[in-house]
């Protein structure tokens, strides 16, 4: 052993025996001990040393000696290499073990067994002397013709990697300044190799045979390197990620597979997207995005979430139509008769949508407002916003709006939510394909409002024509052009909604259709839809005018014609049954014996399968529409239930048009109080608190005193609103109570031909109330013949069917005397000549 050497060990050193990995002088290892003897040997030496002496130890690698330290030692591997104890941590978990960092000095053997326990002391002998090595630099002619091969080969080694990587960059400059004596060991420990091929490096004591050794080690990583950089034809910033490198400037224990192939097509892929990305002349802000998330796409690798999240992205950027859109073919002559052919009646509505069209025509750029068709249901809304489509020769697109209490649901999720997706607005135009189609926005009225935000407020981001050109959906987070984008919407009632959205709307009212329009629409429309879509032909089924009023007036109560449409379907249903019936049993029978019967009859059979039926099948009011259809659903009980004193007509206003509506009151003994039932709201309780109150007031005049002062003395007044699970609300009922009421304590019978409605006072006037369209058609329907209104509502007459207006006979009232007089038949008399409460002034 030298003694003036740079690196002096002890000569008895203690023995850290491991199992896994070899540990090289030059290099640094981290070492797991948990064996008691090695154990000991942190806790006693390596814990409680003081001098830098106690920190070297003595590791021997390859020892198979995890579990049985008690044991006899099994024999030892004789050459190990002292080592520096740089840190060592200590932990419980899972088990009590010490992590030890270790650098390698130089080697040794074991030339005697000291103790063995509590942990190894042997006696060593230093192998590396390590001063030689720089005085005899180059000497002999093989040696150092072998380290000059090493030294280039660890020189072409490293240039492979990318200079960039400091660590790279280090060890470098490490190559040039370590003495070439020990690169072997430091090369070995860094590059690929296995614990045998180390330990060949560590037993080789012999400086030549060590170069000889690791040499092969050296070129076969260069080789691989070389493989791998030709299958994966490299580009130059993935270097980084495929020989990166561990801290400490050892390479990675990584597996340079060669399964990449996907890698190419990859890149093909990436290609095509972004010549579609170039192709779909998408607006400056939006191709920039395009461009830099493309590039940040081809540097991920593809297991990144983020990979399939950029390029759906990507994916639907593209698709949008961005400057795709379909060209208009405006005909207004056309127009008219589309629209006319498709839809019977809704006059006032057709005439609005064609100067809509007409305008639209003229001046390319409209900035017009948005069309808002209000009704109720099965009137015909939707399928007008799609004529209109079809008018333009649009695509149309409808968003049911209906529930949607998100307001990412119109404008869409941020890009950074896991399953984000952009809005419905945004979805459509990708489904459509072209940047100007019809958007139907149906039910704008049952809009929600939820913790998620108001998807009304996003809404108006969309119809407002001042600020849509430049629409920006959360996920695509470039501003999206829909000016050119036709938006009707489509609701029940305008109550519902938001005040900011109605008012960049221009509102169509669609009332309900009459009887006779409706037996026109399923004449013209309904049956031949309903025929061809079950496969019939009008030589097969036909339906007369009166069954069709039958089925409107006893199977349906609708302002639309939605139900009557599905009637017809199940008469259509149970006729092609016997028709498909029919076929098999006139193949088998003769079919002259039985066109002698009538036709009508012939139905009444139910589903006898005797004889075919007579073609063209009648559906008869009577007898085969109860067969298909069931019994009546709605009888016209007007005048049953008018048969008792306490029971009046009025007429309300619901979102699916005018309904009748009965009010009835009782009477009991009692201490004058007031009992409401039937669901009602506050303003309708307020009406019955003024009716009774007015009544009181004025019960001397019309005689309804019964004996006493207060007619509502010794009695308690139950009135009650039927439909009971029908929530109802509303001032209109406030004339309807008091003849209802004064039918009760006067006893006399209410005509049971009329329905009223108005607003009442205190003092006894009748007040205007809205619906009245609806309503008048509600009465109509249940062939009432009177209707008494408010004076100030006659004008809403104009807007009611001529034939309606033949068939009924209006009262306007504008005091509650004029609504009692027309109630009863032969009038209310009043006991005075003025029934209003006279002033004491
Ligand atoms: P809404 O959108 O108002 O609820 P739809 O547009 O869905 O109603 O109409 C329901 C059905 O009634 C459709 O088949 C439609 O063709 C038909 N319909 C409604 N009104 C008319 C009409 N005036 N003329 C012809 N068909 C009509």
Known sequence: MSSNSGIQIPSRLPLL?????????????????????????VKSR??????????????IPNTRDPEHDSDELPSLHSIGTAGLAVQ??????????????????????????????????????????????????????????????????????????????????????????????TLPDVLASMIRTSNKEKLQVLDAV???????????????????????????????????RVLAIRKGGVFPGRQFSLDEEGEDEDGDDTAVLEKKVKAAAMPEAALRVCLKELKRLKKMPESMPEYALTRNYLEMMVELPWSKSS???????????????????????????????????????????????VGPPGVGKTSVGRSIARTLGREFHRIALGGVCDQSDIRGHRRTYVGSMPGRIINGLKTVGVNNPVFLLDEVDKLGKSLQGDPAAALLEVLDPEQNHSFTDHYLNVPFDLSQVLFIATANTTATIPPALLD??????????????????????????????????????????????????????????????????????????????????????????????????????????????EMPIVIDPIAPLKAILGPPVFEMEVSERLTLPGVAIGLAWTPMGGEIMFVEASRMEGEGQLTLTGQLGDVMKESAHLAISWLRSNAKTYLLTNGSADPLEGTDIHLHFPAGAVTKDGPSAGVTIVTCLASLLSGRLVRSDVAMTGEITLRG???????????????????????????????????IPPHVRADLDFVFASTLDEVLNAAFDGGFPAAVSHPQVVSKL
């Open 327 to 373: 060209k208009d073919c405006l005909d207004i002559r056309a127009a008219r008769v589309l629209l006319d052919n498709d839809h019977y009646a809704m006059e006032k509505l057709k005439r609005r949508v064609l100067e809509y069209l007409a305008v639209r025509q003229l001046k390319s750029t409209l900035k017009g407002p948005i069309l808002c068709f």
């Open 765 to 799: 006037l009748v007040l205007p109330v809205g619906g009245i369209k609806d309503k008048v058609l509600a009465a109509h329907r249940a062939s009432l013949k009177r209707v008494i209104i408010p004076k100030r509502n006659e004008k809403d007459l104009e807007e």
């Open 504 to 613: 960049r709307m221009e509102v169509l009212q669609v009332p309900g259709y009459t009887q006779e329009e409706k037996v026109e629409i399923a004449h013209r429309h309904l049956i031949p839809h309903q025929l061809e879509q079950h496969g019939l032909t009008p030589q097969q089924l036909q339906i007369p005018q009166d069954t069709t009023k039958d089925i409107i007036s006893k199977y349906t109560r609708e302002a639309g014609v939605r139900s009557l449409e599905r009637k017809i379907g199940a008469i259509c249903r149970a006729v092609a049954v016997k028709v498909a019936e029919g076929h098999k049993v006139s193949r088998a029978e003769s079919p002259a014996e039985q066109h002698a019967e009538q036709n009508t009859e012939n139905k009444e059979e139910g589903s006898g399968i005797t004889a075919p039926p």
């Open 46 to 59: 390596l814990l409680k040393g003081t001098s830098l002496k106690s920190t070297i130890i003595g590791v």
């Open 206 to 240: 012999d400086l030549e045979e060590r170069f000889k050794k690791a040499l092969p080690l050296l070129t076969r990583q260069i080789e691989g390197l070389k493989l791998l950089q030709k299958t994966r034809k490299l580009r130059p910033d993935d270097d980084k």
């Open 88 to 181: 060592v941590v200590g932990s419980n978990w899972p088990k009590p073990h010490y992590t030890l960092l270790i650098t390698g000095l130089c080697r040794f053997r074991v030339t005697k067994l000291l103790r063995e326990k509590p942990f190894l002391v042997a006696e060593v002998e230093q192998l590396d002397k390590l001063e030689q090595y720089t005085e005899g630099d180059q000497a002999d002619g093989e040696l150092g013709e072998l380290s000059q091969r090493f030294y280039q080969a660890a020189v072409q080694l490293v240039g492979m990697l990318d200079m960039s990587v400091p660590v790279v960059a280090k060890l470098r400059r490490l190559l040039d300044s370590l003495p070439k004596e």
């Open 17 to 41: 025996c491991t199992h896994d990995g070899v540990l090289l002088p030059g290099s640094t290892m981290r070492i797991s001990v948990d064996t008691a003897r090695n154990m000991q040997l």
